[in-house]
């Protein structure tokens, strides 16, 4: 394999890449085989698709370990079966585990409705809450996604660390909205870091995937429940974000960019009530997002003014602009929380999240700042 070394954007390039010697492929070929000739040695590996081992995932994890810079990573199905496997790599019947209220709906979901029937249960904590207060005994897990959906507040991860390591919690962080290239929890505390890598990594909207990382014994851990429950990675799916891998930075390079051209220019407009974006000084967390973050990131949220029907006029209006659930992707697209992950919530419920009427949140993506914009202008104009 390819040297690991240098900077993150030659990581994203070169790290699990082929060894570039005469004749041999440029590019790491996908090894469509569900299976392996045995290694008949005593200690040999028995390699089997669905163990993760896999000559494509394991490039694929060499690279995504090196860009987390952990001991670690491992690649599976979906951002979803990433969640499931660390968590259940964590707990057992009995256990307990505390919780950011603001979560993916897929890992509300997950901690609401299956874990329970498990035995194992989930106290939230709302944000800026007391996260000591609703530790127990049996808490082996601290979970929290740093930025939080769809209000991208920041929650520190330091103090999260800490309390988990005094009471012999492992410490979880779904990074999704960061990458490993805006923010790297492991740095902060994270035992096991998560990701949705349908979103940012893969980056093109075509692949569905998950990522797990941390030091080698948990993600070992995490692999035996890859076995055992069977959401491994496609290898062609691997391979798909392998190449969406290469380009990360400079793809984010370019989204931060145009959402910090267009989070100022919506700041400014008389149709918009508040824009949510860490990369302003308007944002409550933007000082901290300075500190622990790389830059203010691709996702900016709005309030419309007007309410949920001034929201969905605007967003029907976009042109370029296209509503669509998820995120990450190269093109720009939009969601309304209150039809789409927050939906099941009453109102009342969702400004106390921060999701006030009219709340439209945009994933950016890597088209010209000026068409996004012009756009956005023509959306937000008053008239029919
Ligand atoms: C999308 C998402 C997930 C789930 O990922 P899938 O790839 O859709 O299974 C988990 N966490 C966050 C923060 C997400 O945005």
Request: proline share 6%; aromatic share 4%.
């Amino acid at each position: 394999m390819s040297d690991a070394r240098g900077g993150e954007s030659t990581r994203a390039v070169h790290a699990g890449g082929p060894a570039a010697t005469p004749g041999n492929a440029v590019v790491n070929p996908i090894v469509q085989s569900a299976t392996f000739h045995s290694d008949l040695s005593p200690d040999g590996e028995v390699r089997y698709t669905r163990y993760g081992n896999n000559p494509t995932h394991e490039r694929l994890a060499e690279r995504l370990r090196a860009l987390e810079e952990t001991e670690a990573a491992l690649a599976v199905a979906s951002g979803n079966g990433a969640m499931t496997i660390a968590l259940l790599s964590c707990v057992q019947a009995g256990d307990h585990i505390v919780a950011g209220e603001a979560l993916y709906g897929g890992t509300l979901r997950l901690l609401t409705r299956e874990l329970p029937r498990l035995g194992i249960e989930t106290t939230f904590v709302p944000y800026g809450g007391d996260w000591a207060g609703a530790m127990r005994p049996e808490t082996r897990v601290v979970l929290v996604e740093i930025p939080v959906n769809p209000t991208l507040r920041i929650q520190d991860p330091r103090p999260l660390a800490a309390l988990a390591r005094e009471r012999g919690a492992r410490f979880i962080v779904d990074a999704t909205f960061a990458t490993p290239l805006r923010f790297r929890p492991a740095v902060w505390g994270a035992d096991l870091i998560v990701h949705s890598a349908t979103k940012y990594m893969g980056g093109h909207s075509d692949v569905t995937a998950g990522v797990v990382a941390g030091r080698a014994e948990l993600v070992a851990e995490a692999r035996e429940k890859l076995i055992s429950f069977g959401p491994v990675l496609d290898p062609h799916a691997a391979w798909l974000l392998e190449r969406g891998l290469k380009t990360l930075a400079v793809r984010l390079e370019r989204q931060d960019r145009n959402a910090h051209e267009v989070a100022t220019w919506l700041e400014r407009h008389a149709a918009v009530a508040r824009v949510h974006y860490p990369g302003l000084p308007s944002h409550p967390d933007h000082a901290l997002a300075r500190e622990l973050f790389r830059s203010g990131g691709g996702m900016v949220s709005v309030v419309v003014r007007g309410g949920d029907d001034a929201a969905v006029r605007v967003m029907s209006r976009l042109r370029l602009i296209s509503a669509a659930p998820s995120l990450g992707g190269v093109e720009t697209l939009v969601s309304m929380p209150a039809m789409t992950s927050h939906a099941s919530l009453s109102a009342e419920r969702r400004v106390e999240l921060g999701i006030d009427a009219g709340f439209l949140r945009f994933s950016i993506g890597i088209e010209d700042a000026a068409d996004l914009i012009g756009d956005l202008e023509q959306a937000l104009a008053e008239g029919p």
